[in-house]
């Protein structure tokens, strides 16, 4: 029997017929053209030829009219990978009038092709040792043009801070004065220094960088010098290339993915794909351990609805659920292999004061991120780190942040509130 992806798409026009739009579609990627092709109607062709699933018509908050189509591909076409399957539903399409790509299903024989998370929430816990509460993670600020202890010291205070990660700018790339070759080791030694303080493991993600060729040398490189963790910027190498990473048997640490670039592909209603397709499914399908991306709350906003879609995407069972309700024929995708779940990491502008609401929303499973709200903490970037632990503290124990800062002993969260107000 035949297998099938299928792509969801919302294309707006005010005077199209969808159906003729959809069928051209469905032609157009398998197997014809917009001319009618002889060749494109013998009866051999038709295992090969895309099939119109539904289309549902409306108009959106601003009375302007779209379809939301669905299209299934026969697997026949495409071999099993991302590049392949997303050239094939929106190579040429996603430059052809107003669409945008909002949803992917996908064969369990696709599926059966990626092995998703090598750690998964579960296993990034599990490094760390902590289990009952969301973990923070803080990112590296003013790295560029400083040098080796410069940088070893505000890692030291950071993790003194008690952070559960720390990150690198996923601006910082191989340079001369902190290449990975000495920045590792430097930080990897400055976080054993902060253990014998604080008793807390810590996770050092390492930006991957450079030349694509020669990414997986480096992260094994990395992993002999004693990091425990990368960073990667996925959208600038390709969906592939972070597959290639986290099924690459001697990369033994989680990888965290940074957003980097994905602005240019999810805002518009009208074109690219949605946030919760490429920062979520397609993520977690490669293999994404933990996944950053703005939030509803901080300095780069996303919409509630999107946040919790990409969540969603990243932690639910069934990575086949639908995205978006309105395209479910009877509101139940069918059962996927099971992969491992991604850690969200809503990030960007993040304090200690909208800590309560990342928890509201997102649960224990998420990872509290930032870096002014820590670097720019006004007793410093130790106490940064000590004002979001309490905050999660009180967060989890019900405690309004401001009554839990009167508290003695939660200057550091006072203090936070103090500079940044608390968001309700
Ligand atoms: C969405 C990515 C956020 C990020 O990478 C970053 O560096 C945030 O920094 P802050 O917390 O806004 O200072």
Known sequence: MSSYCTAT???????????????GIAVGLTVGSWTDLPEANKISMRPYLGQVIDIKESRDDEEERYADIRIAYPDVNFSRDLPALLVTVFGKLSMDGRIKLIDL??????LGSFTGPKFGIQGVREQLGVHDRPLLMSIFKSVIGHDLPALSEQFYKQALGGVDLIKDDE?????????????VPACMEAARQAEESTGQKLLYAVNLTGPASRLAEQAVRAISLGANALL??????GFDTLQELSAHPDITVPIAAHPALAGALYPSPHHGMSASLLLGKLMRLAGADLVLFPSPYGSVVMPKEENMAIRHALITDNINDYLYSVNTPDSKASASMPLRQSFPVPSAGIHPGLVPLILRDFGTEVVVNAGGGIHGHPMGTEAGGRAFRQAIQAAMSGTSLREYAS?????????????WGVKE
Request: net charge negative; proline share 4%; with cysteine.
């Open 407 to 419: 508290i003695s002993g939660h200057e550091e969260l006072q203090a936070a509130i103090e500079a």
């Open 105 to 110: 299903h996908f064969s369990d024989d696709f």
């Open 171 to 183: 601006i910082l790339f191989e340079n001369p004065l902190t290449p990975l070759e000495k920045r």
């Open 232 to 237: 990667f910027n996925v959208l600038a190498y």
């Open 9 to 23: 798409y919302r294309c707006y026009d005010e005077q199209a017929d969808f159906h003729k739009k959809a069928t």
